[in-house]
């Protein structure tokens, strides 16, 4: 990774763990053993656990056998996400699926290319809160109001008779923001948060009403998407970054390297130990971690298009079919490529 970008990435200060420290994770560098000359990839995702195979495929060398120089650049919220890759400033996107949705229905050619994981969310309320019906009059906080994860909460909600209005929804940002706001402040009332901060969140004393897989059922959240453009005109890179992305997430999720995936967490969230090794828990899990060979689950992905039609209005609460925003051929290529090694 870049050193230059660690120097003049962005560096906010988390009021949980150090994500000074998240915003300065793009510390990795690949093996010495790398080829002199690499294709560079500029990547950005929001700061978090669910990056472990982003730091493995750096750390383990996936990266570097696959002639990558990747730069890997971190996000404060979905919309500084979404406008930089319709303009060009950077190639990959690793965000919540419903995001690359959002931009494909403002005209963007964007496509996702990959799955990455369920969410891995909960739902968080302040102590007080004994179930989601008493979130009625409360506040709800989010990164974006239409897209993703907030839709994802919104539905919670209604599901349980809450109904739209019947709530404030306020913005704030990426994950780490909200818990921050959620602990400094008990008027913050609810928001979706995944590890390491739900597990902060708990230890702080908020109130977890439930995992969102169990609370919604199957949902794609984190992906992988590009340009359409893009990927037309770099195939052979996106399928190699794929690889190698493919190649990180099996060498985390394999029960022999726990020790030294956990460790990878401690360092580059810069947590302790115990909270290292609780949030690796969370990652393997096999109903609510990282997806196997970043599989894209196509169940989920019904949801997440449903959620939308249903909050949003969009397409008259009839989703178009998943062809609109998924193309999964150079996924399969990179597979192949793994299959033939």
């Avoid at 495929?57 to 406008?83: P, W, Y």
């Avoid at 940002?173 to 948060?193: K, P, V, Y």
Wanted: with cysteine; hydrophobic share 45%.
């Amino acid at each position: 990774m870049s050193e230059a970008t660690s120097r003049r990435g962005p560096r906010r200060r988390s009021f949980v763990i150090g994500l000074g420290a998240a915003a300065a994770m793009a510390g990795c560098t690949g093996p010495p053993t790398a080829p002199a000359v690499r294709a560079k990839l500029r990547v950005k995702v929001f700061p978090g656990a669910q990056n472990l195979a982003l730091f493995a495929a750096f750390e383990q060398g996936f990266f570097a056998r696959q002639g990558l120089d990747v730069d890997l650049q971190f996000t404060q919220n979905s919309g500084e996400l979404r406008g930089g890759l319709a303009q060009g400033a950077f190639d990959i996107a690793h965000a919540a699926a419903d995001n690359a949705v959002a931009l494909r229905e403002t005209g963007a050619d964007v496509v996702i290319v990959s799955g990455c994981d369920n969410s891995m969310n909960e739902l968080f309320v302040q102590p007080d809160v004994g179930s989601v019906a008493q979130l009625r009059g409360k506040t709800l906080i989010v990164d974006a109001p239409n897209t993703a994860y907030a839709l994802q909460a919104k539905k919670i909600l209604k599901n349980a008779g809450v109904q739209p209005g019947e709530y404030t929804v306020k913005q704030v940002g990426g994950t780490f923001q909200r818990i921050g706001a959620m602990l400094a402040d008990a008027a913050n009332t609810a928001s979706t948060l995944n590890p390491p901060y739900s597990i902060q969140a708990a230890q702080k004393g908020l109130r977890s009403l439930g995992r969102v897989g169990d609370l919604l059922g199957p949902y794609q959240g984190s992906a992988v998407f590009v340009m359409r453009p893009w990927a037309q005109t770099h195939a052979q890179l996106l399928e190699r970054y794929l690889a190698a992305l493919i190649e990180a997430t099996r060498w985390a999720l394999a029960p022999a390297n726990r020790e030294s995936a956990t460790a990878m967490l401690k360092q580059r969230l810069e947590i302790d130990a115990p909270l290292a090794a609780s949030t690796y828990a969370v990652l393997i899990d096999p109903r609510h971690g990282l997806a196997p060979d970043c599989a894209f689950d196509r169940q989920g992905f019904a949801a997440v298009l449903t959620i939308r039609g249903e909050l949003e209005g969009q397409w008259g609460g009839k989703p178009p079919p998943q062809e609109r925003f998924v193309d999964l051929q150079w996924y399969q290529r990179a597979l192949d490529m793994l299959r033939r090694a």
